[in-house]
């Protein structure tokens, strides 16, 4: 049977159900973590993160790792952002970066030299192509010196783009320096949208850069679309949604637009009065999920739609489907090793994160120690969640018996508390249970993060200990 065909049968399905998502959507993690990074202490360090490289070269051999890099500038403010970026227009700056995240590079290449191998990489932000094409070609040469990479045809080279700050010239090459995956933000085609979020992005500019990317041989396109966006309402988001399908990019992730003003400044700027209502974001995500499926795109979980034929599908159906900081991921087994400003890094049972502005980065980098500012070791607990965690938000099913094979518990006495919320959540329709599976329904895999959260010993502490809201966005 061929990949595409076994894929197609393994699709998962998804069915969305407006009730039960207005009844149980609440604020709660993406799990892009467990524990989450809102957990990780200041206590953790430099050294912590040594014994845990320390751990992983006991296990020998060369093992598959995933590389992530942070570019953290940006040309203009997009309102809707919260990622951690510096808006400027002075290059000099990121010149300066490039200085200090070489010798982050070179400090990781060194602690991981002999075990390292790198089958994934991806680049991040900010906007990555803020930096020139000869930052990019130093940049790249730099980190092939200090680590061995997979050839091209195994590896997963991606980078993240603004359509706004590349000609088609620059995306070959971005092909020629290795990246063979490329994701553009999109967001919402409107214009009356793109004016509200201070983002204008002509059709004809963002289908141009798509079509440069296939002329180049790049193995995937991915577009990112947001729903929920000040102006936004059913015949935009269809409009858009028409456009996105035309262009036919391999993978889709549709995020929701949280909007907390009190914790992004620049989401101040968005007038109140421009927001659609929860029953319309809520139609909106309806109309997204009836309109991608039925062009045939599979549901990944969460965000994410992919091709049938595309390796997220292809994972996902064959159950080495993984999720990381970067969202899902095909390398299950490889240990992640980030760089730059805020980065973290998943190394055996750490988790580090680096610091979070520049004048710290650059002074711990000065010291010559990597700019680890806190993180987190998990216990046996933790990794037992974690797992768990993974094999819901992948896979949508648990196998008890095998998660039982690998631990030395009895599921049903050990987590006797969860079971008991769990049986609320089957109640609703959102999951069966028995002796041997947990199984996530087709309606259940939209609130997915509602059923993971069962699950998050450090969340329910959280909320015993903590009066205020915690700073989440709502799981649906």
């Not at 995020?255 to 989401?267: I, S, V």
Request: overall charge neutral; aromatic content about 8%; glycine content about 6%.
């Amino acid at each position: 049977m061929s990949t595409s065909s076994s894929t197609v049968a393994l699709t998962p399905v998804v069915e969305f159900d407006a009730a039960i998502i207005s009844k149980l959507s609440q604020s709660g993690p993406r799990y892009t973590s467990y524990p989450t990074a809102d957990r990780f202490s200041s206590d953790f360090g430099y050294g912590n993160f040594l014994e845990a490289l320390a751990a992983l070269r006991l296990r020998g051999g060369r093992r598959p790792m995933s590389l992530y890099i942070h570019i953290p500038f940006c040309d203009t403010v997009c309102y809707y952002c919260a990622c951690n970026k510096i808006v400027t227009k002075d290059r000099s700056k990121a010149a300066t970066y490039l200085s200090y995240l070489k010798q982050e590079i070179a400090m990781q290449g060194k602690l991981f030299s002999g075990i390292n191998r790198i089958e994934q990489l991806h680049f991040g932000g900010g906007t990555p192509t803020y930096l020139s094409e000869r930052q990019m070609e130093e940049l790249m040469a730099h980190l092939r010196h200090h680590f061995d990479f997979a050839p091209d045809d195994v590896g997963e080279y991606s980078i993240e783009i603004d359509p706004r700050t590349v000609s088609r010239a620059r995306v070959h090459a971005l092909r020629a320096q290795g990246f063979n995956r490329i994701s553009l933000g999109v967001q919402d085609f409107d214009p009356d949208v793109q004016k509200a979020v201070n983002r204008i992005q002509p059709e004809a500019e963002t289908l141009a850069i798509i079509a440069a990317a296939r002329e180049a041989g790049f193995r995937s396109v991915s577009i990112d679309l947001i729903y929920g966006l000040p102006k936004q309402n059913l015949t935009t988001m269809e409009q858009t949604l028409a456009k996105v399908i035309q262009a036919s990019p391999d993978r889709i992730a549709l995020y929701h637009y949280a909007h907390m003003p009190h914790l992004f400044k620049p989401q101040r700027r968005i007038l109140d009065a421009d927001m659609p209502d929860s029953a319309t974001k809520l139609a909106m995500l309806g109309l997204c999920i009836a309109r991608l499926t039925a062009a045939g795109y599979v549901y990944i979980g969460m965000d994410h739609f992919a091709k049938p034929t595309d390796d997220l599908a292809v994972a996902q159906g064959q159950g080495r489907l993984h999720r990381n900081f970067q969202g899902y991921s095909t390398r299950a087994e490889a240990d992640l090793v980030a760089c730059g400003v805020s980065a973290i890094s998943s190394v055996g049972a750490v988790y580090s994160q680096n610091e979070k502005t520049l004048d710290a980065y650059y002074e711990r980098l000065d010291e010559g120690r990597l700019p680890i500012a806190r993180g987190i070791k998990l216990d046996n607990d933790d990794l037992l969640r974690r797992l768990i965690i993974q094999m819901l938000m992948c896979n949508f099913e648990l196998s008890i018996a095998s998660l039982e094979q690998g631990y030395p518990i009895v599921f049903h006495s050990y987590f006797a508390a969860e079971l008991a919320k769990l049986a609320e959540l089957e109640a609703d329709g959102l999951l069966t249970i028995d002796r041997e599976w947990l199984t996530v329904t087709a309606k259940g895999r939209l609130l997915i993060r509602n059923i993971c959260m069962v699950f998050d010993r450090h969340l329910s502490a959280a909320k015993e200990n903590a009066p205020q809201p915690l700073r989440y966005s709502k799981t649906v």
